[in-house]
């Protein structure tokens, strides 16, 4: 099929290449035009394994990018993943999604055949029905129902497996206004299914397609902060939380994924989805006292962190080894990290920071040029009063005689990653 996929980011161009390496013939659209000559050039735009390789083998062939919004007239169906971040309220902010909307809809003004237009990106019930379909109608002139056919496909890939997310799914969810149109998305994604090996297959409407994607990070933001919120009842017994949690992970109703207790959740995701179904659910009356409290354990971590740090270090003039800055490991996506609250109280607490990251360094000098950054872990740790575990690399758990060169070797290790054994102060936050 001719598949049209507007916004080339971690999703658009995941999507897009997968799409290629399928079977279809694909077109990124996106407005900028570096992102648009990288693909062309056979690169990816964004860091994810195995992208580099579909895009090199499909670009110029299957796949090509383009800054011309005509390009979708070719296409049958045309994905919108343009980003929905959030309004400082936490409500969604649509206003990206309507200017694509909007493009999107003066081009199919001048195709006349059926079109289907199907929102990627995450956005509250009934965005699809309510706003983009009246801006697609009044711009391309087209009768929803008629030559235009509306749809919603979630998506759940994890940035740093998004490949591998993408082409092997839990499940796909199909959200269509019309039998054509759920007919349409069913083409896109035979080829992908078969070979999945054939995933659920998950047919709905519209709005429950957008619901079952909160619904999705809601539980997942929820099933940590309920891990956080036990695991720190086990911290003030002295209990083992990592043995409590794995033993209840057995339990298959309860499961092992999304039970690591720690500093809690960032990214690029979860807090702006949770905010914004928290916020949509309280302009149609009702108060998720749930999503509230998973909010609140998750804002809780870190200042839980600190507290223990100033139980061995006053962090006022004191050298303190930040290890980790991205959101997780395998990125450098520093979006909604957990490094940054806490180097923001570091600092207003007068402590001197040194950053340490594998590769997210970068992005977090742009965001905080002023404290000192090393160029490794063990660079980090040489003369430090303390040090901050914040995000779960795997060469933190390697580190061992770097905390020997420490001033004061207090370890408070915010993922439970560091090996605790004579020789150095340690306390794990869970
Ligand atoms: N990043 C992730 O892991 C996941 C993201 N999502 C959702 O997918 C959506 C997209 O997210 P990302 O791919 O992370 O965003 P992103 O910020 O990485 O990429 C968005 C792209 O849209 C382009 N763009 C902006 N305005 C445009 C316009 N008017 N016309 C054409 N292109 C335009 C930008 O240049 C950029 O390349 C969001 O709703 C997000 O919540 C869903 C699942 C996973
Ligand atoms: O909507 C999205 O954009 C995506 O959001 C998350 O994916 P992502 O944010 O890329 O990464 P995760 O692996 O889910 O990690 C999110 C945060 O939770 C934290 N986390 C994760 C797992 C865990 O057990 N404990 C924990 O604290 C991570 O450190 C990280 O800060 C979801 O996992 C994806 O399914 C979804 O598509």
């Keep these: 099929m001719e598949i049209s996929i507007v916004g080339s980011g971690y999703v658009g161009t995941t999507i897009a290449a997968c799409f290629a390496e399928v079977g279809h013939d694909v077109v990124n659209v996106d407005i900028d035009e570096e992102i648009v000559e990288t693909i062309n050039d056979g690169r990816a735009p964004i860091h994810e394994p195995g992208l580099d390789e579909l895009v090199v083998e499909h670009a110029g062939d299957r796949l090509r990018a383009t800054t011309d919004y005509g390009a979708v007239r070719d296409t049958d169906a045309t994905f919108l993943a343009l980003p929905t971040p959030s309004e400082a309220d936490g409500h969604i902010d649509l206003s990206i999604m309507e200017a694509g909307a909007r493009s999107l809809g003066a081009a199919l003004a001048e195709k006349d055949d059926y079109h289907v237009v199907v929102t990627k990106s995450t956005v509250v019930p009934t965005t699809t029905e309510e706003v983009i379909a009246p801006i697609l109608a009044e711009e391309s002139g087209k009768v929803l129902g008629q030559d235009l056919g509306i749809g919603m496909n979630p998506e759940f890939l994890r940035e740093g497996s998004a490949v591998s997310d993408f082409l092997d799914p839990d499940k796909i969810v199909l959200g269509a206004e019309s039998d054509r149109a759920k007919a349409t998305l069913r083409g896109v994604f035979e080829p992908l299914a078969e070979r ?235």
């Design 196 to 430: 999945a090996g054939e995933p659920p297959i998950v047919e709905t409407g519209v709005a429950e397609a957008e619901m079952i994607k909160y619904a999705n990070n809601g539980f997942l933001a929820a099933k940590i902060s309920l891990a956080n919120d036990l695991a720190n009842i086990c911290k003030e017994y002295g209990i083992d939380s990592e043995e409590v949690l794995e033993a209840i992970g057995l339990d298959h109703r309860i499961g092992a994924a999304f039970l690591g207790a720690g500093v809690g959740w960032g990214g690029s995701c979860f807090p702006k989805d949770v905010a914004a179904i928290i916020a949509a659910a309280r302009d149609v009356g009702y108060e998720p006292a749930m999503l509230q409290a998973a909010v609140e354990v998750n804002d809780r971590q870190p200042v839980r962190l600190l507290e223990l740090l100033r139980g061995h270090v006053d962090p006022d003039g004191a050298r303190v080894a930040v290890l980790g800055l991205a959101f997780k490991p395998g990125t450098d996506d520093i979006r909604n990290s957990r490094a940054l609250p806490l180097v923001d109280a570091l600092v207003d607490a007068g402590a001197d920071v040194v950053g340490y990251d594998p590769v997210a360094t970068e992005n977090f000098r742009e965001r905080y040029p002023d404290i000192d950054y090393a160029e490794t872990a063990e660079a980090a740790l040489d003369d430090a009063d303390a040090a901050l575990v914040v995000t779960d690399w795997p060469e933190f758990a390697d580190l061992d005689e770097a905390f020997d060169a420490m001033a004061t070797p207090i370890v408070v290790d915010g993922r439970r990653i560091v090996t605790r054994r004579e020789g150095i102060v340690y306390e794990s936050l869970v």
